[in-house]
Each structure stands twice: as C-alpha cells, then as structure tokens.
C-alpha cells in the first residue's frame, strides 16, 4: 500500500496552516521588534533544523523578523524578495530560500496578473528534504487564490510549473477558487502526485 510520508508534506501543510487554511493549536511566537509593523511572509514550513540558521542570517543581516513556531513561518517587516536573493548564497539555508524566492515572486507576479484576487499565495514543496524519498519523487504545489476564475486558474497553474523546474503540471492545485480540481488529485489514478510516495 502506497502512502505519503510525513517527511514529504511537512512544508506544504506548515504553508497551508500558515496562510490559514488548516487549523491547528496555538503556540510560541518568537518576536523580534517592539511595535507592530505590518508583516510579510518570508519562508512558510522552515523546518527546526534550518531555523536557527535562517535566524542567525536575518540578526546579521539586521532584519527584523518574527518566528511563528506552530507554523514554522518566519515574517519579515522589510521586502521579503530581496532579503531571499541573499539568503539563496548561504547555505544551509540556500535551498529553503530559494523556494521562498520563488514562491514569493510567483505571488508578486499573481497580484500583478490578477489585481482582484484576494492575497494570492504559493506554496511549493520539493523532495530536497526526504529522506526516504523515491527516485522518481517529484515537487508540488498549492495555489492560495480566492476569487480566481477557472480559465485564470489554469494560467496560473502553467505560470507556476514554467517557473519552478521539474514541477509537472499535474501535481499543482488551486485551493480556494470557485472550482475543484480534477481526480489526478484524489488518491487513485496514474495522475497523482509521486512526491515522498513509498510502499
């Protein structure tokens, strides 16, 4: 019987529980300014053993930042596309900002495409992380857009899989439009995703 590890959905649910979608118990909240600025996401579903170092590059950097723990998602106060393009050239937390680079240039590019669509936001998750993954494990994704219309969400899903690499088609969801995704998306067909899949 196959099944997804949890190793291989940890990102996407931390983004989904992020961005609201999933509910989830409350917890500590790591603050690093005193007032209340308004915040923007910069990497969803860091995982703890990459926290700490993504920490110590944002003090470096001198970049104000709240760490969300139950969510593992770091908010930033500055523009969270330039603080990425640095902290793509550092490692370890090189591929986790690049994700982050790439899921919040996608969302720049949505708000851009479709002004009307209320706080679109990606939320792609790769196999970088597995450790029991399969040969052919492949990325995937979730769109956030509540209010995109169902011609407007296949564009979406093709702008999406053009800008990350090696990300099929099929393994893209849109999640909060006025449609449902087809059944490739359901547990049977040769359409599912593979990511993290394991007998």
């Given at each position: 019987m196959r099944r997804f590890t949890t190793e291989g959905v940890v990102g996407i649910i931390g983004c989904l529980m992020g961005f609201g979608i999933l509910a989830g118990v409350s917890g500590r909240s790591e603050a690093f300014w005193f007032s209340e600025p308004e915040e923007r996401i910069l990497v969803?579903?860091?995982?703890?053993?990459?926290?700490?170092?993504?920490?110590?590059?944002?003090?470096?950097?001198?970049?104000?930042y709240r760490l969300d723990a139950r969510t593992r998602?770091?908010?930033?106060?500055?523009?969270?596309?330039?603080?990425?393009?640095?902290?793509?050239?550092?490692?370890?937390?090189?591929?986790?900002a690049r994700r982050g680079l790439l899921e919040r240039r996608l969302e720049k590019e949505f708000r851009r495409r479709w002004p009307k669509v209320e706080d679109p936001r990606v939320c792609l998750a790769f196999?970088?992380?597995?450790r029991d993954k399969q040969p052919d494990a492949e990325p995937i994704a979730f769109i956030l857009a509540r209010g995109l219309s169902k011609s407007?969400?296949?564009?979406?899903?093709?702008?999406?899989?053009?800008?990350v690499s090696g990300l099929p088609l099929k393994n893209i969801a849109v999640v909060g439009a006025d449609w449902r995704p087809g059944p490739a998306y359901g547990s049977g067909g040769e359409g599912r995703t593979r990511i993290a899949r394991r007998d």
């Open positions: 969803v579903g860091v995982p703890s053993e990459f926290q700490p170092y993504l920490a110590k590059f944002l003090a470096e950097e001198g970049v104000p998602t770091f908010y930033v106060t500055a523009e969270p596309i330039g603080i990425l393009e640095k902290a793509q050239k550092v490692r370890p937390i090189d591929t986790i196999p970088d992380y597995i407007a969400a296949e564009e979406a899903k093709l702008l999406v899989a053009e800008t």
